[in-house]
């Protein structure tokens, strides 16, 4: 698979979240190739919050809803209340995003790695962009 990526990916930052081990070897494999660079990947839910409070740049998240069986709505909180863009992925669909989150990007698990890059390139795009 090969993707260029463009001026306003080159240096764009992008917080991993998902804590199955071969999943996010994927992801962040499909991420990379798309020009973006991966914080983490992050399997707790704690420690995606630490790095969030901490300070930890970045530009956008992808992140799975379910951390080691724990919820990560409460990292989806803080990403919104930080304006910081996310989308999620995940094998339960939209349906499993409430309010104030049910408009977020969602992509339904299996997905390809083109999508996933498209995904995150319209999260990062600026307003009024395709």
């Given at each position: 698979?090969?993707?260029?990526?463009?001026?306003s990916q080159g240096s764009a930052r992008v917080l991993l979240l998902e804590d199955e081990?071969?999943?996010?070897?994927?992801?962040?494999?499909?991420?990379?190739?798309?020009?973006?660079?991966?914080?983490?990947?992050?399997?707790?839910?704690?420690?995606?919050?630490?790095?969030?409070?901490?300070?930890?740049?970045?530009?956008?998240?992808?992140?799975?809803?379910?951390?080691?069986?724990?919820?990560?709505?409460?990292?989806?909180?803080?990403?919104?209340?930080r304006r910081i863009p996310f989308l999620v992925v995940t094998g339960y669909g939209g349906?499993?995003?409430?309010?104030?989150?049910?408009?977020?990007?969602?992509?339904?698990?299996?997905?390809?790695?083109?999508?996933?890059?498209?995904?995150?390139?319209?999260?990062?795009?600026?307003?009024?962009?395709?």
């Amino acid at each position: 698979m090969t993707m260029d990526p463009t001026p306003s990916q080159g240096s764009a930052r992008v917080l991993l979240l998902e804590d199955e081990m071969l999943v996010s070897m994927i992801l962040e494999d499909a991420l990379e190739l798309g020009g973006y660079e991966v914080v983490g990947p992050v399997a707790k839910v704690d420690h995606a919050l630490s790095l969030i409070r901490d300070g930890e740049p970045f530009d956008a998240a992808v992140m799975d809803l379910n951390l080691g069986g724990h919820s990560a709505i409460p990292v989806a909180d803080v990403l919104a209340d930080r304006r910081i863009p996310f989308l999620v992925v995940t094998g339960y669909g939209g349906a499993a995003l409430a309010p104030p989150h049910q408009d977020v990007p969602v992509l339904a698990k299996p997905f390809s790695p083109s999508e996933l890059i498209a995904a995150v390139h319209r999260l990062l795009a600026p307003e009024g962009a395709a």
